[in-house]
């Protein structure tokens, strides 16, 4: 598990990013074992998966508890690992393994930031404090994360934008194909 010491050096490395510095990537801890750590994230962020999926989808009426309990668990284990191992396989084909393996660790604690943006986003717009600007405010949180993403996989894995971008982009359509492919069966989108 990540320690408190390592959160707040990331929360650093973070705000660094937000200013396109570079600088941001001292702040990660960008070992192996920083990067396995960076993977217990998942475990605070679960109650913020199920909050932002089940609030935007609904549970098809005739899904059993099983089902929609085990695609669930599948859906949000793969949605941390396909990406990750994307990047180790690419990290060898270019020769820099050691970059990839620092990437996953600064992408995870991104993400587990971005998931509670998003997280917050959704409260707010479901309580109507945004008003017909929620729709509007999610896009743009979406556009947001890929522009981060990719500036953030340019610096660690140094390689070119439209090879950032590309990735940044792989990375959106991976984490929706699966959830639909996964999730379809068992959910529906509610009619407003």
């Not at 085990?70 to 396909?82: E, G």
């Not at 996953?104 to 587990?112: D, E, G, S, T």
């Not at 991976?174 to 068992?186: E, G, K, R, T």
Request: a neutral charge; hydrophobic letters at 60%.
């Amino acid at each position: 598990m990540p320690s408190w010491t390592e959160a707040r050096a990331a929360l650093t490395g973070m705000k660094l990013l937000l200013r396109f510095d570079a600088g941001f990537v001292q702040w990660f801890d960008r070992s192996h074992a920083g990067a396995l750590r960076s993977f217990y994230l998942m475990i605070p962020v679960f109650p913020l998966f199920l909050y932002l999926r089940f609030g935007e989808f609904g549970v098809s009426p005739d899904a059993t508890a099983f089902r929609v309990v085990s695609l669930t668990l599948i859906n949000y284990a793969l949605s941390w690992i396909m990406f990750p191992l994307i990047l180790i396989v690419l990290g060898r084909a270019i020769e820099r393994e050691g970059q990839a393996i620092a990437a996953i660790a600064c992408y995870n604690w991104v993400n587990f930031a971005w998931a509670i943006l998003a997280c917050l986003l959704t409260f707010a717009g479901s309580a109507g404090l945004l008003g017909d600007w929620a729709d509007t405010a999610a896009r743009i949180l979406v556009l947001a994360s890929l522009i981060y993403e990719a500036y953030m996989l340019r610096v660690l894995l140094g390689i070119g934008y439209g090879g950032a971008i590309l990735l940044a982009v792989v990375d959106y359509l991976l984490m929706w194909s699966l959830f639909i492919l996964l999730m379809s069966p068992v959910i529906y989108l509610p009619s407003s």
